[in-house]
Nanobody, 121 residues
Framework: QVQLVESGGGLVQAGGSLRLSCAAS????????MGWFRQAPGKGREFVAAISWSGDRTYADSVKGRFTISRDNAKNTASLQMDSLSPEDTAVYYC???????????????WGQGTQVTVSS
């Protein structure tokens, strides 16, 4: 399994921006997709965005137009730029890797430990 470590979470006011980063312990294979999920208190884990090795992207409707996922294959990193944040975006955000391009959490075999994002109103 690939080891993943997230960073960049924190506290931000509504309307603000944060950038999350995910560092992989080793070079992910060409078939690996990278994804971001989030889990708010009392709720299940929710898909946020995913990006394939070649750069194809997919987003949850709730973040489309506000969040941007990217990756740097040479540096084994993935990022999530989050703009126009609202209190509803408050959650623990997880980076994950999957062997296929998907938004389904069950196909992501490697997960980071999560980073807290809190958006104040």
């Amino acid at each position: 399994q690939v080891q993943l470590v997230e960073s960049g979470g924190g506290l931000v006011q509504a309307g603000g921006s944060l950038r999350l980063s995910c560092a992989a312990s080793e070079r992910t294979s060409s078939s690996y997709a990278m994804g971001w999920f989030r889990q708010a208190p009392g709720k299940g884990r929710e898909f946020v965005a995913a990006i394939s090795w070649s750069g194809d992207r997919t987003y949850a409707d709730s973040v489309k137009g506000r969040f941007t996922i990217s990756r740097d294959n040479a540096k084994n990193t993935a990022s999530l730029q989050m703009d126009s944040l609202s209190p509803e975006d408050t959650a623990v955000y997880y980076c994950a890797a999957a062997a296929v391009m998907t938004s389904n959490a069950k196909f992501f075999g490697s997960w980071g430990q999560g980073t807290q994002v809190t958006v104040s109103s």
